[in-house]
């Protein structure tokens, strides 16, 4: 499984922003996605994660209410809505994936890793 972030960019704060997730394989509605982020000189966190369904996520508490994640399995594609951005979500923010249907925050669950894509969020 390959997964490829992309989408980010510089933000100004108050904006939003939508960032893709494309994964490959032909299983990929099988895949439960995590969104994971992190900021120059901190640790790797959870931001939201989405199950085979729409109605299957789990989003971080720091980020209720900011943050939309839905999928397109046609396209091998999920995708993170962050709203309303803020200079500290300024970070790489990276998708993950697991192979059931089991939404997570922790991290070692994921077995497979995407390259990150910078966000980068101007006060």
């Known amino acids: 499984v390959q997964l490829q972030a992309s989408g980010g960019g510089l933000v100004q704060a108050g904006g939003s922003l939508r960032i893709s997730c494309v994964a490959s394989?032909?299983?990929?509605?099988?895949?439960?996605i995590g969104w994971f982020r992190q900021a120059p000189g901190k640790e790797r966190e959870f931001v939201g994660a989405?199950?085979?369904?729409?109605?299957?996520?789990l989003s971080a508490d720091s980020m209720k209410g900011r943050i939309t994640m839905s999928r397109d399995n046609a396209k091998n594609t999920v995708y993170l809505q962050v709203d309303n951005l803020k200079p500290e979500d300024t970070a790489v923010y990276y998708c993950?994936?697991?192979?059931?249907?089991?939404?997570?925050?922790?991290?070692?669950?994921?077995?497979?890793w995407g390259q990150g894509t910078l966000v980068t969020v101007s006060s």
């Open positions: 989405i199950g085979w369904s729409e109605s299957s996520t």
């Open positions: 394989g032909r299983t990929f509605s099988r895949y439960t």
């Open positions: 993950a994936a697991r192979i059931n249907n089991q939404v997570s925050s922790q991290s070692h669950l994921y077995r497979y």
